[in-house]
């Protein structure tokens, strides 16, 4: 059997693709953003807050929760969650150790 297109790269590559994958959503962005100003644990209705339709903010906060950035309880219209700190930490330092390597380009281009 062939490998599928995911075993041909690394645990760390799949890992940050995955994480760029989710985080690519501006709404998955603007919810982020939302909660992290508030500087509080969020039990309120985002859809007044955000404009978009409550079953679209649900599945936005699905993904959120499955990657572990945001914790708390999400049921319906009833919400009550904040940002895991611990994985915002670790998702800051993937973020740093695939930025911060060092690009030197050999005059090919």
Not at 50 to 74: C, D, F
Request: hydrophobic fraction near 40%; glycine fraction near 6%.
């Amino acid at each position: 059997m062939g490998l599928t297109k995911t075993e041909i790269y690394t645990d760390e590559q799949n890992k940050l693709a995955s994480l760029l994958k989710v985080l690519g959503h501006p709404a998955r962005i603007a919810i982020l953003q939302f909660i992290i100003n508030q500087k509080a644990c969020i039990c309120n209705d985002l859809v007044e807050e955000l404009g978009l339709a409550q079953a679209t903010i649900s599945q936005h906060l699905k993904e959120l929760k499955n990657l572990g950035i945001i914790k708390g309880s999400i049921d319906g219209k009833s919400v009550c969650y904040c940002i895991d700190e611990k994985v915002w930490k670790q998702i800051q330092d993937e973020f740093n150790v695939f930025f911060n390597q060092d690009v030197k380009v050999n005059q090919c281009c």
